[in-house]
């Protein structure tokens, strides 16, 4: 029962919060254990870990009033019986402990431990401050825990933020929301989460990236009971689980593929299109033909003879032979919202084939109500905003809501990016793992869209396109982060990596 990392123990469901408080219970049950002894497993789960990742001679545990601290108190007591240091502090009165974290305490007060109970918040700090070991183990609130801290709870989480030691926290980071990963002022910040059970789905998106560090998940002896029993439409997809390209038969030729187009580049906004629809060709397209003004010809096609240039007036772009046997289309890309931008956007949203739809092509369809089947949609928070007529803040406060509705009101394939990227068709939601801070820099949403719009191309399924691209793009980067580290990545250093991993067929 020890703790696996996330990454290794992939594919893997995800839930909400809600779901695993209101039905672990149950599934215990069903399986024979009682809630106490499950306690027991999750406390031995997380210093088993702790064991197994260092020499330890003292920790801190913190530990709340409710069923976290006792989850605290399990571990208190094991690192106590293996000759560790270990300072037990209780953020409440004894008297308020109660159910089954009172028996984990009882248990831990008869083996001899250093149990401090405190709720005035200036010796809370002392104690904190004033510990000089390696381990502070993170066990205020569990996964029932929504809204705000209070202020004197905001200064314990700030001054074990700022303390030197590592930081596990049990089950989720203090703070954190792990129905949403929505962080309503401050949160612990971990080193390492080790989540019980199932995999919460607020611990993989938005603001859980800043708050998780390394995510372990304990099962208990209750993992495949409980994703038998308890359904979910929350996925999480890594290597071990993605929808692949197949092989190309010796016979293929550049029309087996086909042409794609790419519809952008408006006045002084050459590079967008451009890297879009490289990254279209490193991801396999055959044919890329591109849409952009007039001003921007030259640059757009400057080193890249492999690109065709398109007509860039609307009227003419719809009765060219690349419009025609265009099998897929690219639009938003540098492509601005004046006339010449809006004249695009609606030969594309009049049009039949399969389309993706990014940047400017996103606020132009905001103003619109059209709906399709066959698109793909790439927004960032702004244009997720947008797109539903709220704002960022509503967007982030549930990302799983925000994707799911734009698939619903628009139709297609929605991505949401940033930090965990979700993509959902309105019914299931996949979460993406791949991606890494480094990636925050101008371009990087335009290549993720030419990869995409080239995986469109070669794949039958719209949902396994956008999957497949989205990993290959963060894992590109994740690969160039290794070798040379995160900062300074450019978004046209992906393509030669791009290239590569499409190859692992």
Not at 374 to 389: I, K, Y
Request: with cysteine; hydrophobic share 45%.
């Amino acid at each position: 029962m020890n703790p696996i990392k996330l990454s290794a123990s992939l594919p893997q469901p995800a839930f909400g919060a809600k779901q695993v408080q209101q039905n672990e219970a149950r599934v215990a049950a069903s399986q024979g254990i009682e809630m106490y002894p499950l306690m027991e497993r999750a406390g031995a789960a997380v210093f088993s870990h702790l064991k197994a990742r260092s020499e330890m001679s003292s920790i801190l545990v913190i530990c709340g009033k409710g069923n976290n601290g006792g989850d605290g108190y399990v571990i208190a007591r094991l690192a106590k019986l293996a000759g560790i240091d270990v300072i037990t502090l209780v953020l409440a009165e004894r008297k308020d402990i109660g159910g089954d974290a009172a028996l984990a305490l009882q248990r831990l007060l008869d083996e001899g431990g250093d149990v401090r109970f405190s709720c005035q918040k200036a010796l809370n700090l002392n104690l904190i401050r004033q510990f000089s070991g390696e381990w502070i183990l993170d066990c205020i609130f569990g996964i029932g825990f929504k809204g705000q801290l209070s202020a004197d709870f905001q200064a314990i989480v700030q001054a074990i933020n700022e303390h030197s030691a590592r930081v596990i926290s049990v089950d989720v980071p203090s703070g954190l929301s792990a129905e949403t990963g929505v962080v309503d002022g401050v949160a612990v910040i971990a080193d390492t989460t080790i989540t019980f059970i199932a995999v919460k789905r607020g611990l993989l998106t938005g603001q859980a990236a800043n708050h998780v560090g390394e995510l372990y998940l304990a099962e208990l002896g209750l993992g495949c009971a409980f994703i038998d029993q308890i359904a979910t439409d929350t996925f999480i997809q890594g290597q071990a689980n993605l929808p692949g390209l197949a092989p190309r038969t010796k016979a293929s030729h550049k029309g087996s593929v086909g042409m794609l187009l790419a519809i952008g580049g408006n006045k002084g906004m050459p590079g967008a299109v451009r890297m879009a629809s490289e990254a279209a060709l490193r991801s396999g397209a055959s044919l890329m033909s591109v849409s952009c003004h007039s001003d921007n010809q030259a640059m757009v096609l400057s080193g890249r003879p492999e690109l065709m240039l398109a007509p860039g007036e609307a009227a003419e772009l719809k009765e060219s032979t690349f419009f025609a046997k265009a099998k897929a289309i690219v639009i938003g890309p540098g492509l601005g919202q004046d006339d010449w931008a809006r004249q695009l956007f609606q030969l594309v949203i009049e049009q039949e084939k399969p389309c993706l739809l990014d940047a400017d092509a996103l606020a132009l369809l905001s103003q619109t109500s059209h709906y399709k089947e066959n698109w793909v949609l790439t927004p960032h928070p702004g244009e997720a905003a947008l797109l539903l007529d709220c704002t960022v803040g509503d967007i982030e406060a549930d990302r799983y809501a925000a994707v799911k509705k734009i698939a619903q009101t628009y139709g297609g394939i929605c991505l949401l990016k940033g930090a965990g990227s979700l993509i959902s068709d309105g019914r299931e939601t996949w979460v993406n793992t791949s991606g890494n801070p480094g990636m925050a820099s101008g371009g990087m949403g335009d290549v993720l869209s030419g990869i995409i719009a080239g995986l469109i191309l070669q794949m039958s399924c719209l949902m396994a396109a956008v999957r497949y691209g989205a990993f290959i793009h963060g894992h590109a980067a994740d690969i160039i982060a290794e070798r040379n580290g995160e900062r300074g990545i450019l978004a046209s250093d992906l393509f030669v990596e791009i290239q590569k991993l499409v190859n692992r067929v």
